[in-house]
C-alpha cells in the first residue's frame, strides 16, 4: 500500500531506519514505508492508496479567565480550518484517514468556530485512528458512521537495540509540573522510593520548576539518547491525566522499567497491568511505590511482564497486521 502521512512539519520524504528521533510517528512512517509531505502542500499530494493527516495541535496558554488556544505560528491554526484539505485529498488519491494527536478533547479549547471546524474536517475522512482502546468510545459517538481504530504505538529499535538496562537508584518523573503531565503529584509520590529524582526538560517546563532542590534536571534530548539515559533509571512515575500516544510507558517498558501510570493509556495498561491506576488515585500510587521499594519479587515481577507484554502486544509485526485491517 502506498501511503502519505501529512503533519505541520516541514519536510517531504520518507525516514530512515537510522533516523535519530525515531519517535512514535516517526515510527510509523519508516514501518510502512510511508512518505512525508507539510500539510501546507496538500494539493500536490497525489495517487496515495492513504493519506494519514495529524493535524497541528496548536498550544494552550494560561490566562486570567482560563485557557486560551493558539497555534506556533499566528492564525495557521484557523488557516487550515479554512481549506477544503481532506475533500481535495480525497479527489486525489483513494482514502484519507484521520490521526488523533494528543488527547480526543483537545480541541475543546479552541474558540467555538474553530470547534465546529475542526469536527467538520474529521467528519470528511474516511477513517479516524486514535491513540487508545478508551478513545475509540469518543470517537464513536463523536462519528457514528466513521470506521474508528486504534493505531498502535510503536518503538523501531534498529539504532538503540544495544543498550542495556543498568539501573541505578534513581526515580524519573515523567512529566513536568503542569495539569497535561500531572508531574506534582508524580514528584510526591516519588518521594516513596527514597533515591534521587529526576525529570525531563520539556517544551512547557513550568518557571521556577528548576529551583525545587531535591529535583534533577536531564536536558533536551534527541530520542536515542533519551533511550539511553532512561536505561539508568529503576523506577519511573507519570501520572500524566492526558490520554494519548502514552510513549513514556512504553519506552519503560522496553527496557523492563517498572512504572506506575495512566491505566486509560494502552501502553500502561497492557504493559503494567500491576502498576497502572485512575491518575485521581494517588493513595492507591503511593501503594504500589511502596511496594516496588520494599518488595523485591514484586519489582522483578513487575519487570518481567513489562518486557513480556511489549513483546507480545507492540512489536512491529502486530502492528503491521493490525494496519492490515486484521482483528488482534
Same mark, same amino acid.
Given at each position: 500500500?502506498n501511503i502519505a502521512f501529512l503533519t505541520e512539519m516541514g519536510f517531504t520524504g520518507q525516514i530512515s531506519d537510522t533516523h535519530e528521533n525515531m519517535r512514535t510517528e516517526f515510527a510509523?512512517?519508516?514501518?510502512?514505508?510511508?512518505?512525508?509531505?507539510?500539510? +501546507?502542500?496538500?494539493?500536490?499530494?497525489?495517487?496515495?492508496?492513504?493519506?494519514?493527516?495529524?493535524?497541528?495541535?496548536?498550544?494552550?496558554?494560561?490566562?486570567?479567565?482560563?485557557?486560551?488556544?493558539?497555534?506556533?505560528?499566528?492564525?495557521?491554526?484557523?488557516?487550515?480550518?479554512?481549506?477544503?484539505? +481532506?475533500?481535495?485529498?480525497?479527489?486525489?488519491?483513494?482514502?484519507?484517514?484521520?490521526?488523533?494527536?494528543?488527547?480526543?478533547?483537545?480541541?475543546?479549547?479552541?474558540?467555538?468556530?474553530?470547534?465546529?471546524?475542526?469536527?467538520?474536517?474529521?467528519?470528511?475522512?474516511?477513517?479516524?485512528?486514535?491513540?487508545?482502546?478508551?478513545?475509540?468510545?469518543?470517537?464513536?459517538?463523536?462519528?457514528?458512521?466513521?470506521?474508528?481504530?486504534?493505531?498502535?504505538?510503536?518503538?523501531?529499535?534498529?539504532?538503540?537495540?544495544?543498550?542495556?538496562?543498568?539501573?541505578?537508584?534513581?526515580?524519573?518523573?515523567?512529566?513536568?509540573?503542569?495539569?497535561?503531565?500531572?508531574?506534582?503529584?508524580?514528584?510526591?509520590?516519588?518521594?516513596?522510593?527514597? +533515591?534521587?529524582?529526576?525529570?525531563?526538560?520539556?517544551?512547557?517546563?513550568?518557571?521556577?520548576?528548576?529551583?525545587?532542590?531535591?529535583?534533577?534536571?536531564?536536558?533536551?534530548?534527541?530520542?536515542?539518547?533519551?533511550?539511553?539515559?532512561?536505561?539508568?533509571?529503576?523506577?519511573?512515575?507519570?501520572?500524566?491525566?492526558?490520554?494519548?500516544?502514552?510513549?513514556?510507558?512504553?519506552?519503560?517498558?522496553?527496557?523492563?522499567?517498572?512504572?506506575?501510570?495512566?491505566?486509560?493509556?494502552?501502553?500502561?495498561?497492557?504493559?503494567?497491568?500491576?502498576?497502572?491506576?485512575?491518575?485521581?488515585?494517588?493513595?492507591?500510587?503511593?501503594?504500589?511505590?511502596?511496594?516496588?521499594?520494599?518488595?523485591?519479587?514484586?519489582?522483578?515481577?513487575?519487570?518481567?511482564?513489562?518486557?513480556?507484554?511489549?513483546?507480545?502486544?507492540?512489536?512491529?509485526?502486530?502492528?503491521?497486521?493490525?494496519?492490515?485491517?486484521?482483528?488482534?
Open positions: 500500500m510509523w512512517m519508516n514501518e510502512l514505508k510511508a512518505t512525508h509531505h507539510p500539510l +501546507v502542500e496538500y494539493t500536490n499530494v497525489k495517487d496515495y492508496d492513504l493519506v494519514i493527516i495529524i493535524w497541528p495541535k496548536g498550544k494552550t496558554y494560561l490566562n486570567s479567565e482560563g485557557l486560551r488556544m493558539e497555534s506556533d505560528i499566528p492564525n495557521l491554526l484557523t488557516k487550515y480550518l479554512d481549506l477544503d484539505i +481532506v475533500q481535495t485529498l480525497k479527489k486525489n488519491n483513494g482514502k484519507v484517514a484521520y490521526m488523533q494527536e494528543g488527547p480526543s478533547w483537545f480541541f475543546n479549547d479552541y474558540t467555538i468556530e474553530e470547534q465546529f471546524k475542526y469536527y467538520n474536517q474529521i467528519a470528511e475522512s474516511d477513517i479516524i485512528f486514535c491513540h487508545n482502546i478508551k478513545d475509540v468510545d469518543w470517537y464513536k459517538g463523536l462519528f457514528p458512521n466513521m470506521e474508528v481504530r486504534v493505531l498502535q504505538s510503536l518503538m523501531k529499535d534498529t539504532l538503540i537495540k544495544d543498550i542495556e538496562w543498568k539501573p541505578e537508584d534513581k526515580v524519573l518523573i515523567g512529566g513536568n509540573f503542569c495539569r497535561w503531565y500531572g508531574g506534582f503529584q508524580s514528584y510526591l509520590i516519588a518521594d516513596e522510593f527514597g +533515591v534521587e529524582k529526576w525529570i525531563p526538560s520539556m517544551h512547557n517546563k513550568r518557571e521556577f520548576e528548576e529551583d525545587i532542590e531535591d529535583l534533577n534536571h536531564l536536558p533536551y534530548l534527541s530520542w536515542t539518547e533519551w533511550i539511553r539515559t532512561l536505561a539508568t533509571f529503576k523506577y519511573a512515575i507519570h501520572l500524566m491525566p492526558t490520554t494519548a500516544a502514552g510513549t513514556f510507558s512504553l519506552n519503560c517498558a522496553y527496557l523492563g522499567i517498572p512504572c506506575i501510570g495512566n491505566i486509560n493509556l494502552d501502553t500502561q495498561r497492557m504493559c503494567f497491568p500491576q502498576l497502572s491506576v485512575d491518575v485521581e488515585d494517588i493513595e492507591g500510587a503511593r501503594e504500589i511505590a511502596n511496594r516496588l521499594r520494599k518488595d523485591k519479587e514484586f519489582y522483578e515481577m513487575s519487570s518481567m511482564t513489562a518486557r513480556s507484554n511489549y513483546e507480545a502486544f507492540f512489536n512491529v509485526e502486530r502492528f503491521k497486521r493490525k494496519m492490515n485491517g486484521e482483528n488482534i
